[in-house]
Structures are given as structure tokens and as C-alpha cells.
Nanobody, 125 residues
Framework: QVQLVESGGGFVQAGDSLRLSCAPS????????MGWFRQAPRKEREFVAA????????YYTDSVKGRFTISRDNAKNTVYLQMNSLKPEDTAVYYC??????????????????WGQGTQVTVSS
């Protein structure tokens, strides 16, 4: 069974940093587009960041640009989301996902075939 397993969430203060990891099991995702989404309480899930299979061409939603960095280590079959200068509005469950579609479609939830179970990030003011 294919699974994406996120880790690294937690409870932090505003201005702190966290690094989320996503480690797929069951298959290799080195040729997949990898994305991060988040869902805050009482809100729809939203796109956060995505990265191409080679690690190039990362892109982000405007609200996290300059603060979050997505990266991947294909040798470890792992994707990361480094989150700096966290704000209370970043509080959400964060999900990683894998897609076989082009990076130009990476902001769409329906582009992704595989999803993790999510990891909670809570930022206190």
C-alpha cells in the first residue's frame, strides 16, 4: 500500500521555525511532482508549495513566499517544507501530496493522486 507520511509538526510561538518532512512508503516518488497543502479550522484546504521531480522550479502561494522553502532529497525519497517566521495564520493541518501531472497544474488539489494523513502545525501569538 502506498503511503505518504508527514512528520515535524508541532506547537510553536510566532516567529519560530519548523521543518516538515514527507517520506513516502510503498514506492519511489522521485519522478513525481510533490506538493504541500494545508487546511485551517473551518477553511478549505489550500495550496502551499510544490516542487518538480528534479528539485527545481519550486513555487509557493503568495502568503508564504520568502518564509517557506520546499525541497526534496530524492536519494532519501523525502520532501521537506522549511517554515520560518511562522505566524498564527499558518496554523493548520499540513498535507503532502504526489502528482504525475505537470508542475503547472500543481496548485490544484485534483492534480494529486496520493496524500498523506497530515501533521498539525499550531502557531501561538
Amino acid at each position: 500500500q502506498v503511503q505518504l507520511v508527514e512528520s515535524g509538526g508541532g506547537f510553536v510561538q510566532a516567529g519560530d521555525s519548523l521543518r516538515l518532512s514527507c517520506a513516502p512508503s510503498g514506492r519511489t516518488f522521485n519522478t513525481y511532482i510533490m506538493g504541500w497543502f494545508r487546511q485551517a479550522p473551518r477553511k478549505e484546504r489550500e495550496f502551499v508549495a510544490a516542487i518538480g521531480w528534479s528539485g527545481g522550479s519550486p513555487y509557493y502561494t503568495d502568503s508564504v513566499k520568502g518564509r517557506f522553502t520546499i525541497s526534496r532529497d530524492n536519494a532519501k525519497n523525502t520532501v521537506y517544507l522549511q517554515m520560518n517566521s511562522l505566524k498564527p495564520e499558518d496554523t493548520a493541518v499540513y498535507y503532502c501530496a504526489a502528482s504525475t501531472l505537470p508542475l503547472t497544474l500543481a496548485a490544484r488539489e485534483r492534480s494529486y493522486s496520493y496524500w498523506g494523513q497530515g501533521t498539525q502545525v499550531t502557531v501561538s501569538s
